[in-house]
């Protein structure tokens, strides 16, 4: 099992800070998320080959390791000229993770839930141009579904990795957004039966249950706006059944990727962080 971090907290310091951040915080591995002097969110990626040496130079020098590189593209429409961007942001992404020595890329379906038939067939007319690149360069990938998202559920994100039919396509689950991917019931037990073996990566950080109180938890003004909230807080300040992710984690023998998603404390940063990798460690049994 490998043990990252994602940096999203760290992303003031200069990619060679952060990759010496990660290795003094106690992390092997970096899960490589957006950052604007690398793969920026949405946009083409801002990276040369002199940037991918120094980032191979430094990681070795810290005795850090990259498990994965998340970019986030419109590839999912429902705009065509933005998936077709998207489509090409991707392809150079794909090229950046070869020259990396990374075999394995994570990200969401990113689209819409207020079009989501069309983002489907936007997603899946992307999937059409990307499957034959990924499989050409031996890129591995693994999908989560996310809150607004055309697919939000466990469930539906399972029934579309099935539909690509690919084994080297699976499955991301955050436990952020738990209560979205079964509506709002935290059913880990059952969503895991769901993943079963197509459960390959994990990120970890806590969050409320939006659905609470009737829906009236938070209250959006006007009503059924186009608006989605949930949280990454450290483990044991929502309400997510952690006790019963890393039973069935251990029970499962997962040998995935653990990340530490925690996004909400940058003003502490470290302390979040090392707890965390703790918090983590002693969840899944690992010494």
């Given at each position: 099992?490998?043990?990252?971090?994602?940096?999203?907290?760290?992303?003031?310091?200069?990619?060679?800070?952060?990759?010496?951040?990660?290795?003094?915080?106690?992390?092997?591995?970096?899960?490589l998320?957006?950052?604007e002097?690398?793969?920026?969110?949405?946009?083409?990626?801002?990276?040369?080959?002199?940037?991918?040496?120094?980032?191979?130079?430094?990681?070795?020098?810290?005795?850090?390791k990259?498990?994965?590189?998340?970019?986030?593209?419109?590839?999912?429409?429902?705009?065509?000229?933005?998936?077709?961007?998207?489509v090409?942001?991707w392809?150079?992404?794909i090229?950046?993770?070869?020259?990396?020595?990374?075999?394995?890329?994570?990200?969401?379906?990113?689209?819409?839930?207020?079009?989501?038939?069309?983002?489907?067939?936007?997603?899946?007319k992307?999937?059409?141009?990307?499957?034959?690149?990924?499989?050409?360069?031996?890129?591995?990938?693994?999908?989560?579904a996310?809150?607004?998202?055309?697919?939000?559920?466990?469930t539906g994100?399972?029934?579309?990795?099935?539909?690509?039919?690919?084994?080297?396509?699976n499955?991301v689950?955050?436990?952020?957004?738990t209560?979205?991917?079964?509506?709002?019931?935290?059913?880990?037990?059952?969503?895991?039966?769901?993943?079963?073996?197509?459960?390959?990566?994990?990120?970890?950080?806590?969050?409320?249950?939006?659905?609470?109180?009737?829906?009236?938890?938070?209250?959006?003004?006007?009503?059924?706006?186009?608006?989605?909230?949930?949280?990454?807080?450290n483990?044991g300040?929502?309400?997510?059944?952690?006790?019963?992710?890393?039973?069935?984690?251990?029970?499962?023998?997962?040998?995935?990727?653990?990340?530490?998603?925690?996004?909400?404390?940058?003003?502490?940063?470290?302390?979040?962080?090392?707890?965390?990798?703790?918090?983590?460690?002693?969840?899944?049994?690992?010494?």
């Open positions: 099992m490998k043990l990252a971090l994602d940096p999203t907290m760290y992303t003031n310091l200069s990619l060679k800070d952060m990759v010496n951040k990660t290795a003094e915080l106690g992390y092997e591995y970096i899960e998320s957006p950052r002097d690398f793969c920026p969110f949405y946009k083409y990626p801002k990276v040369d080959r002199t940037q991918i040496k120094n980032l191979k130079t430094w990681m070795r020098d810290a005795g850090v990259l498990s994965s590189l998340l970019p986030l593209y419109y590839w999912a429409g429902p705009d065509e000229d933005r998936r077709q961007a998207a090409r942001n392809k150079r992404a090229e950046i993770a070869v020259d990396l020595d990374v075999d394995l890329m994570n990200t969401e379906f990113n689209g819409s839930k207020y079009d989501a038939v069309v983002c489907e067939e936007k997603f899946i992307s999937m059409d141009e990307l499957i034959p690149v990924f499989e050409k360069e031996g890129i591995k990938l693994n999908l989560q996310h809150p607004y998202d055309f697919i939000e559920t466990n994100a399972v029934d579309m990795i099935r539909a690509l039919d690919r084994d080297w396509i499955l689950y955050s436990t952020a957004h209560f979205f991917y079964d509506e709002g019931k935290g059913d880990i037990d059952a969503m895991f039966d769901v993943a079963g073996d197509r459960l390959q990566h994990v990120l970890f950080a806590d969050t409320f249950n939006h659905k609470a109180a009737g829906g009236l938890r938070y209250i959006v003004n006007p009503p059924g706006a186009e608006a989605t909230i949930h949280q990454h807080l483990i300040e929502g309400e997510v059944d952690f006790d019963t992710i890393f039973r069935r984690m251990r029970e499962m023998k997962f040998d995935g990727i653990a990340t530490n998603a925690v996004f909400a404390w940058v003003d502490k940063a470290d302390e979040s962080s090392k707890w965390m990798l703790e918090k983590m460690k002693d969840g899944l049994g690992i010494n």
